[in-house]
């Protein structure tokens, strides 16, 4: 009978264990079931915000894209960029042609250089003639000198011829002087007519020598005349020419500062519109991208939501099934808890009369240890008497 109320004991206790598991394992489903359905509620919440968000954004850049250049604008940049490249190129042969006329202007210039030592050779060639004049002018001056010392040997000459001719007439008219004087005239007068004769000729080389050295002289004189006016033309042609080269250069040099801040500007034109289109074409690019990112985004979102929304219709039937079986289980939880109660009032009187029979068993025990003891010690009464009986045998 014990044994039986023991039993009834353990399984009301683990009856109990087991409707409190349940308990805790459905408050815990539910708990779950409820963060899952409020989780997924929130999800559902954000994905319809970034749907809204990209639907609004997707409206904009379609906007920003109907704003932005068509085709046909794209088409007008890029024929203006055409026509400024070509353009540019015009320019660009322009400037060739141009640097070889300057690099032909230089070529002139160096001739014009080299010119400039004929126009040294022709100043030393004048130089030359005044020289030969001032020798020319030397030579007529000291002609002029000789003449006149021959004037004046002439003279006296002459004047001795009167003399000597005096002389004669004295000597002839017994005034004179002896034979030997006569003799010693005669000797002096032949003396001075071959002093006369030796004068003139020498007079008459000289002045041989001196027009044939004046006649050389008037011909290089003649000749550097000559190639002086030759040399002053050809020095007027140059200067001309150069003259004409530099107003060439300087109109060339004009051109070209013309030729350099048209192409200037042109290329700083040219770059600003290479650059504006390459800019706008690099933005129409990325918006256009950047909107089918978008739509593929939000075609990803719509079957994502549509996804969720199958999903969260799938979890709000399984809460709903989940509800039912917890409805349920509640129903059997309060049976049960009614079958514990029932039981734990069994339980209660099984433990009273188990408590009672426990104080009988203590009190049992404690009268079986006191016989045990007691036993004991007469075993031990009895041990003691039987070894003296033994000593005693022993002894007689």
């Known amino acids: 009978m014990l044994l039986l109320n023991w039993s009834g004991a353990e399984d009301a206790l ?37 749907s809204r968000a990209y639907r609004e954004e997707k409206a904009s850049l379609e906007e920003a894209l109907l704003r932005a250049p068509r085709q046909e604008e794209i088409d007008s940049l890029r024929a203006a960029l055409d ?15 141009h640097m070889v006329e300057v690099k032909e202007l230089r070529g002139t210039l160096k001739q014009r250089e080299s010119r400039d030592g004929f126009k040294t050779e022709a100043w030393e060639k004048q ?32 004047r001795l011829e009167a003399e000597r001719a005096e002389l004669y007439a004295k000597i002839e008219s017994g005034e004179g002087a002896s034979t ?38 008037h011909q290089q004189l003649q000749e550097s005349k000559t190639q002086l006016q030759a040399a002053m033309g050809e020095q007027q042609k ?6 004409d080269l530099e107003e060439s250069q300087t109109s060339s040099r004009s051109r070209e500062h013309k030729l350099e801040e048209d192409l200037k500007r ?5 770059s600003a519109a290479e650059a504006t289109s390459a800019t706008r074409l690099s933005e129409l690019e990325k918006s256009k991208a950047k909107l089918e990112e978008y739509a593929k985004e939000a075609s990803q979102l719509a079957e994502k ?32 808890e009614s079958k514990s109660a029932s039981l734990e009032d069994k339980l209660g009187a099984k433990c009273q009369a188990l408590a009672t029979m426990t104080a009988e068993k203590q009190t049992l025990q404690l009268k079986v240890e006191e016989a045990n003891k007691r ?20 002894q007689n």
């Open 83 to 97: 026509d400024r490249s070509s353009s540019s190129g015009a320019l660009q042969q322009a400037l060739q042609q």
């Open 180 to 217: 030997l004087a006569m003799q010693q005239l005669t000797q002096e007068n032949a003396s001075l007519q071959d002093q006369v004769l030796a004068l003139e000729k020498a007079s008459e080389r000289a002045s041989q020598e001196h027009d044939a050295k004046v006649e050389s002289l």
């Open 305 to 336: 939501v549509q996804l969720l929304t199958s999903e969260l219709h799938s979890k709000r039937g399984e809460c709903s099934d989940l509800e039912s079986g917890l409805a349920e289980e509640k129903q059997r939880v309060a049976r049960a």
């Open 266 to 270: 042109m290329s700083e034109s040219l």
């Open 127 to 158: 130089m030359k003639v005044e020289e030969l004049t001032r020798q020319l002018e030397a030579r007529e001056s000291k002609m002029s000198d000789q003449e006149e010392e021959l004037t004046k040997i002439k003279e006296s000459l002459v």
């Open 238 to 243: 140059l200067e001309k020419c150069c003259r």
């Open 375 to 394: 036993l004991s010690e007469a075993r031990t009464s009895a041990n003691k008497v039987s070894s003296g009986v033994a000593l005693l045998g022993t």
């Open 14 to 50: 683990v009856l109990k264990q087991e409707l409190v598991s349940v308990q805790r394992a459905m408050d815990q489903l539910t708990l779950e079931r409820e963060v899952e359905r409020d989780k997924l509620k929130a999800e559902n919440a954000l994905l319809m915000e970034q």
